[in-house]
């Protein structure tokens, strides 16, 4: 790590008094895209400001806390001490979206201190990327303070303009909401506290979840979020539609009277400002990765990135059920080794199982992770996929009970490891034991994190749903591989609301994406399937299916739809079949959010490159140019693209595939349809 000691310009603004309690602090990033200032108020309350070329992005905001155990810690600051780092280094993703990734930033620290009263410390630190800004408090050791019982946290983001903003409730419970496009001044979180389409829900402020993206009319993109959110609660933000201001509002708990216990030293989760010239530049940011501290595991090599296929949709849609009591079981031996079958024929390495284990059924007494129905033979299971190259991919639904199964975790580890189970997919639907902790909470975002630690010591990769939302953990615990953490395609086959909308995606992108891998589970080939559920369908174009492969990235790609809807359309699942899941590169090319986004990725392993561009309820052409690929190398490009009379409505299942050579220098317009795409597989030539 190169360290330097950077420029910091210290102006004294007045003459009386203490000379460090007037002065103003700025630091520039790297390249000078960004300007922090930091100040204190005559009053001694520190404030700080972000500037972008010649706009002022964020306008005078404040810090500070309050507590239930002590005086609230705002005001009465003097600056005892400042320095300075830069930061230009390179690290690699063990799995990703890039193989490399380069962090480099400059480093603010400001070490303040109380005039009067307990003279408490607190230290607040910012990083200054390109990119975007990160902020975190510290609270050092100090004599007479060892516990920090927060009751709120008051991190402020004063905005200058009504954006265009893409946002969900700020809900304690689940992040399963549909994107809303309003200006900044017209968010109304309380308008959607009664969701008859989610299982748990609370929403008490009219606050938004983050990541939450902003557009502004001079092609200003900003994007608020949290990195590395360890042992503190998920941090919503209540939006005050007169004064344009963000407020800190965190996750609470009925069981205690404050928001965040720690024992002092500690940090809190970095607060993160993503600011950049268009919306391409915030997918391709690394921003929240960057915040989180460098791989802790010392091996990852036993987890491999990979698609997968399972006993899912078809619960979903109703053909089969977890419970057995139904007399229609899903996960049967038999019916698994289908899936088997038809993975091991398709390069697709993993099955998941759901409803494997006893008590889906009320009368069954709780999940126990350990026992399977009497129509699974898990062993037999395990050992005929490992004979096709396939590996089973471990369910652990909760039900949100977290009490019973932190008790079991250990054990239900360990019949995975005996078993050479690499990964779980847990689940956390309904309302959680212990009653009164929340989603979002301390209690589970500790939760998550021990799970993923204890997960590591047996060798097992974490895919979460109804989890807590993703800072950049993966950075240090390359085993939590994915999450759900958003409205995902199993809306589509239930939802009474008409499921996931076409614009749900091209927000996604650049909304929920840039915090981390989505398990979205895309590759429904059968878009209507009345046969099943009538009143409910996909929003999409069977490209667009396609094309998520590539665009919304999870080093776990599930191929979703059932056995039987694959092998009746052989053609688009060649493509299912050859794409990747583990890049070297990714290269977003164009996209607007909430409209359409277009992205290409090079895989690891085969130097293949891969293509997919999605559109929301307007058709349009996008203009690709390939220059992107290697030089002296001529590549198979395979199009599977809307056919002319593709619609996610009345046509979705009208493709057309065709293969040509391209190289460096060719040029090709996409023509997609409403609510369609286009997935590309662009193999190297004379391999
Ligand atoms: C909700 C999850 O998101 C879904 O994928 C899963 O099938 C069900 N819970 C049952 O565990
Ligand atoms: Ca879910």
């Known amino acids: 790590m ?89 690290w690699q993703m063990p799995w990703g979206e890039q193989l490399d990734v380069i962090n480099n930033y400059n480093e603010l620290r400001v070490e303040l201190e109380e005039t009067s009263g307990l003279t408490r410390k607190m230290n607040i630190v910012f990083k200054i990327y390109d990119d975007g800004i990160g902020f975190r408090y510290e609270f050092p050791e100090q004599d007479g303070w060892t516990e920090a019982l927060i009751k709120e946290e008051h991190t402020e983001f004063n905005l200058t303009k009504d954006y265009k903003t893409f946002w969900i409730p700020g809900d304690w419970e689940i992040y399963e909401h549909t994107y809303k496009t309003t200006q900044l001044s017209q968010v109304d979180a309380l308008k959607y506290v009664n969701h008859p389409n989610l299982a748990q829900t609370y929403i008490p402020e009219n606050a938004v979840n983050t990541p939450v993206t902003m557009v502004g009319d001079d092609g200003i993109h900003l994007s608020f979020h949290e990195a590395a959110l360890v042992d503190y609660s998920g941090m919503t933000l209540k939006v005050d539609p007169e004064t344009l201001t963000l407020k800190s509002h965190l996750v609470g708990s009925e069981n205690t009277g404050y928001k965040v216990k720690r024992n002092l030293p500690f940090s809190t989760p970095w607060r993160t400002i993503q600011i950049t010239n268009n919306a391409a530049d915030l997918i391709a940011s690394n921003l929240i990765v960057n915040l989180n501290e460098p791989n802790k595991l010392e091996d990852i090599s036993w987890f491999k990135p990979k698609k997968y296929s399972g006993i899912w949709w078809e619960l979903h849609l109703g053909k089969t059920t977890w419970d057995m009591a139904s007399g229609r079981h899903g996960a049967t031996t038999e019916n698994t080794k289908r899936y088997i079958d038809f993975s091991a024929k398709n390069n697709i390495n993993g099955v998941l199982v759901e409803g494997w284990n006893t008590g889906w059924s009320q009368d069954e007494g709780g999940f126990d992770f350990i026992t399977p129905y009497p129509d699974y033979d898990l062993k037999n299971v395990v050992q005929y996929a490992e004979e096709k190259g396939v590996e089973l991919i471990m369910h652990h639904e909760t039900f949100g009970d977290v009490s019973r199964y932190i008790q079991q975790q250990d054990t239900a580890y360990a019949l995975m490891q005996s078993l050479g189970i690499k990964s779980v997919k847990s689940g956390y639907v309904f309302k959680l034991k212990p009653e009164g902790e929340y989603h979002h909470g301390q209690f589970m975002v500790n939760h998550h994190n021990e799970s993923v630690i204890k997960a590591a010591k047996h060798q097992i990769a974490i895919n979460a749903h109804e989890p807590i939302k993703d800072t950049g953990l993966r950075r240090t615990y390359p085993n939590m591989i994915t999450r759900e953490g958003l409205r995902g395609q199993e809306f589509n086959a239930w939802a ?22 989505i398990d979205y589970t895309p590759g429904i080939f059968n878009i209507k399937f009345d046969q099943y559920k009538p009143n409910n369908q996909v ?149």
């Open 2 to 90: 190169k360290k330097l000691t950077l420029l910091v310009v210290l102006l004294v603004l007045m003459a009386c008094g203490s000379s460090n309690r007037h002065s103003v602090l700025v630091t520039n990033s790297p390249k000078g895209t960004l300007k922090l200032s930091f100040e204190l108020s005559q009053e001694g309350s520190p404030f700080y400001r972000v500037e972008h070329g010649n706009s002022v992005i964020v306008d005078t905001s404040y810090l500070g806390f309050e507590f239930t155990n002590a005086k609230a810690l705002h005001t009465n600051f003097i600056i005892a001490n400042t320095s300075t780092t830069s930061v230009d280094e390179t």
């Open 496 to 517: 009474e609301d008409g499921g996931n909308p076409p614009e749900h995606l091209p927000i996604v992108a650049f909304t929920r994406m840039l915090s981390g891998p």
């Open 539 to 687: 929003n999409t174009t069977i490209a667009q299916q396609l094309a998520l492969y590539v665009v919304i990235y999870s080093p776990i790609q599930m191929a979703a739809d059932l056995v039987e809807h694959y092998e009746a359309n052989p053609r688009p699942l060649q493509f299912i079949k050859d794409v990747g899941v583990d890049w070297e590169t990714t290269k977003v090319l164009n996209g607007q959010v909430g409209d359409y986004v277009t992205i290409a990725r090079k895989e690891r392993q085969t130097g293949n490159w891969f293509l997919g561009s999605i559109t929301d309820e307007n058709r349009r052409s996008i203009e690709v140019n390939f220059d992107f690929l290697d030089a002296n190398q001529d590549y198979i490009a395979t199009l599977y693209k809307d056919g002319k009379n593709a619609h996610w409505d009345d046509n979705p299942l009208d493709i057309e595939i065709e293969s040509q050579t391209i190289n460096k220098s060719s040029k090709l317009t996409l023509n997609l349809a409403e609510g369609g795409g286009c997935a590309i597989s662009i193999i190297k030539k004379g391999e």
